[in-house]
């Protein structure tokens, strides 16, 4: 079956350190990822979009991965801010289909 | 407007009433979509509209949804006979294209189904 999938726990990590978050999927052919972050009572904001034919896009403080033989992208915030502290959802976009979300990563930056 | 707008921001009903949602899309945009989202899950697809074609209709769970865009823009959501498991956030995001390009949100409308 097809599955998209993100850590399930929350992330707690400290202010200026790196926070990590990554997206699984199987049985998926994506031309590309999104991922987007939602605070509370919020709709989803888009952020980064990382195409198949692209190892890493950098924004920022941001910086995604696309590896499409271990059918993974990693999400990377540097330096991190208790600002950052979000949920953060990755998106597929499968050829052909819609945009598939995972569940999202709540991310907990303590100062 | 600035950005994608929805109402009502919440809403609790009882079980067996009908329910309307309503977004308004970013002007311009000629795709909206409409998500569900329980607690603790994924944004779950409901319906699509890309100008004047005919919806994508393949995510929405029951008969007791329906949805339309008039006029290109507004779009409302009717959900018939609410059950309790139909409480969730209801997204609509818009896009200038389709599912290839960045959709922008609204904030959700919270429904309480009692």
């Known amino acids: 079956s097809q599955k998209i999938e993100q850590n399930s726990e929350a992330l707690n990590i400290q202010e200026g350190k790196t926070a990590t978050l990554t997206c699984n999927y199987t049985?998926?052919?994506?031309?590309?990822l999104q991922w987007y972050r939602q605070d509370p009572g919020r709709g989803p904001v888009f952020l980064l979009l990382i195409r198949e034919n692209e190892k890493e896009k950098r924004k920022e403080r941001l910086k995604v991965t696309f590896d499409t033989t271990l059918k993974q992208s990693l999400f990377h915030i540097t330096a991190s801010q208790p600002a950052d502290s979000a949920t953060y959802l990755c998106?597929?976009?499968?050829?052909?289909?819609?945009?598939?979300f995972g569940q999202g990563t709540e991310l907990s930056v303590k100062p | 407007g600035a950005g994608v707008s929805q109402s009502p921001s919440n809403k609790v009903t009882e079980k067996g009433k009908d329910v309307e949602l309503r977004c308004d899309p970013i002007s311009g945009h000629t795709a909206l979509y409409w998500y569900r989202q329980s607690l603790g899950q994924g944004l779950e697809f409901l319906i699509y509209?890309?100008?004047?074609?005919?919806?994508?209709k393949s995510g929405l769970p029951s008969d007791r949804f329906s949805a339309e865009r008039t006029g290109g823009s507004v779009s409302t959501l009717t959900i018939q006979r609410t059950q309790q498991e139909d409480s969730a956030v209801y997204l609509c995001?818009?896009?200038?294209?389709?599912?290839?390009?960045?959709?922008?949100f609204g904030p959700g409308t919270r429904l309480l189904v009692l």
């Open positions: 998106a597929l976009y499968n050829q052909g289909g819609k945009l598939i």
């Open positions: 049985n998926y052919s994506p031309a590309y």
């Open positions: 509209f890309q100008g004047n074609s005919a919806p994508d």
């Open positions: 995001a818009s896009s200038q294209g389709d599912f290839q390009e960045t959709q922008y």
